[in-house]
């Protein structure tokens, strides 16, 4: 993205924080009669939706490695009018597509494009069946948030050009979301210095919304990796110095010490490098945690304890030590003014109409992992989410970081089934159906109408700035848990998506033969067991 000069940033803000954009005033009714067209252009191109959402679901790429993902949607971008940066921020598969229409709001679209280990997984079948066995699959359901951004940017897009509406919409993509190892570089490195608000995306089983701090965690990353002296295990082993003695040994210490936490935070951790065989002592080694703490100070503080291990592990080994920073997360703090905003034109869209095929599907996959409730697909939309009095551990984003930049909203939209465990092959059933595509369809009508709703009501971008930085920052203030020197570690996924990506392409949806990919793998919609 070309970076604004220090005036215009300083007068863009100004304009935004004062809600004086040059924008045709327009009355209420005018807005809203904009706001069911924008949802009218969704609708008419929902075939673009479920192309794009079939076709990223088929690629199947790990975090850093989503290759054909990013040169397949920054195409349809730039055939669409968008100037396309690539490898922003030193990641090669992370860009930022802009379109611009003159002074405006600045609002960035955002959403994940990358998939899960070994969650291959044949789309529209209720039982566990991996179109490539042991290959990644999309068991989170990320191939359909940048489809649905487009969708919606799209249509926007064409209303601001016919009624002379200015600003800027930009589209990206949160790289590598499962190693939370993108977007605190985005942060850092200034890429969002120059823009008003985020809408980010995510997939999930009912439309919603929500603000204030949310549910879950931050987190860390940290490998620490040691370094001995080989010798012949069997001959002399007295002569060896063990790397891997020096990491079974932190992950001893650091499992004692799980007694002793807050249950609110969280910990997990896998051996990267455990030697190479064992008639040799293993001269390196390595570990990789995530560190989750609700509050910032949590997580560096569990960083802290876990860096002091790593060093006694050192010590009593005779190794050295050296870690590195792999991802972090802020905890999320959504905007307010935002989320009631978007939930108003939620209640206005609302959830899709299932079929009887959608809720067997639906019923049929929680039958086959054990689900508390077998009760299908919603059909009531949920409240707008409040929020979090008492803090509730879980799970971490790296929109959290990008929260504490810009008033940013996670939008919802139902293209998942309830009731899954998450991470799981069995959360990839549903995105390539029309499940998935019927979920894009109503979360980009909710986005567009968002999108105009602040780009024609200056008042709400005043308001969203003066919760951000009179509510959200009244006793918390960011600050970035990478340094400057903390690179993306890119060379991540490398070897394993190189190892499935030849047997994965054979299985690449070819939208130029077929009608969906449902049509292309030959599934019956739904399969159950019989």
């Known amino acids: 993205m070309k970076q604004k000069t220090t005036l215009c940033t300083f007068m863009c803000c100004l304009f935004t924080l004062m809600g ?15 706001k069911s067209e924008a949802a009218v252009l969704v609708e008419e191109n929902k075939k673009l939706s479920q192309v794009m959402v079939d076709k990223i679901f088929s690629f199947s790429e790990l975090g850093f490695q989503e ?7 920054t195409g349809i971008l730039a055939e669409n009018g968008f100037e396309i940066e690539h490898s922003i921020s030193g990641i090669p598969t992370a860009w930022f597509a802009t379109w611009s229409n003159g002074d405006g709001p600045v609002i960035a679209l955002g959403s994940d494009v990358d998939c899960i280990p070994k969650a291959s997984q044949y789309p529209g079948v209720a039982y566990h ?5 042991g290959a990644p699959g999309h068991g989170e359901g990320h191939n359909s948030g940048i489809p649905m951004n ?30 939370v190892a993108a977007k605190a570089w985005y942060v850092r490195d200034g890429l969002f210095d120059d823009i008003d608000m985020c809408i980010f995306t995510h997939v999930g089983n009912n439309l919603g919304v929500s603000y204030g701090p949310t549910r879950g ?12 002296e080989a010798a012949h295990s069997a001959g002399s082993p007295w002569r060896g110095k063990s790397a891997l003695d020096a990491a079974e040994l932190m992950n001893i210490a650091w499992n004692y010490k799980r007694e002793h936490l807050h249950p609110l935070k969280r910990s997990h951790s896998i051996f990267t490098d455990s030697g190479d065989q064992p008639n040799v002592v293993p001269s390196k080694a390595s570990i990789w945690f995530y560190f989750r703490d609700i509050k910032y100070e949590g997580i560096m503080e569990m960083y802290a304890m876990a860096n002091d291990m790593a060093k006694g592990a050192a010590l009593m080994t005779g190794t050295t030590m050296t870690s590195k920073v792999l991802g972090t997360a802020w905890p999320r703090h959504y905007n307010k003014v935002i989320a009631e905003t978007m939930y108003d034109n939620i209640k206005e869209v609302g959830l899709p109409q299932w079929s009887a095929a959608d809720q067997k599907l639906a019923k049929g996959v929680q039958t086959e992992v054990n689900s508390e409730k077998i009760e299908g ?12 009095v008492d803090p509730i551990s879980g799970g971490s984003d790296d929109i959290g970081d990008i929260s504490w930049k810009v008033p940013t909203v996670t939008l919802r939209y139902p293209s998942n089934i309830p009731g899954l ?11 390539a159906t029309p499940i998935a595509h019927k979920g894009v369809v109503a979360g980009a009508k909710v986005e567009a109408m968002t999108i105009i709703d602040f780009l024609l009501k200056p008042k709400l ?35 394993k998506q190189d190892q499935f990506r030849p047997a994965l392409e054979k299985y690449y949806y070819d939208e130029t033969k077929y009608d969906t990919y449902l049509e292309q793998l030959g599934v019956e919609y739904p399969t159950l067991k019989e």
């Open 150 to 179: 487009i969708s919606s940017a799209l249509a926007v897009k064409k209303i601001m050009e016919r009624e002379n509406i200015g600003g800027t919409l930009l589209v990206w993509p949160g790289i590598a979301e499962e190693l």
């Open 377 to 388: 697909l919603p059909t009531k939309l949920d409240d707008l989410g409040l929020p979090v």
């Open 67 to 73: 290759v054909e993902s990013s040169k397949y949607l």
């Open 461 to 495: 971008m005043k308001g969203a700035w003066d919760y951000f930085n009179n509510e959200q920052q009244k006793e918390t203030k960011y600050q970035p848990m990478i340094s400057e020197s903390d690179m993306p570690p890119i060379y991540l996924n490398k070897d």
């Open 421 to 431: 465990q998450g991470h799981h092959w069995s959360n990839a059933i549903a995105m």
């Open 217 to 228: 965690t931050g987190l860390i990353s940290v490998e620490y990796s040691f370094d001995g």
């Open 129 to 133: 069946k991996p179109i490539v066995e």
């Open 20 to 34: 004086t954009y040059a924008q045709k005033k327009r009355s209420n009714k005018q807005i809203e009669k904009l």
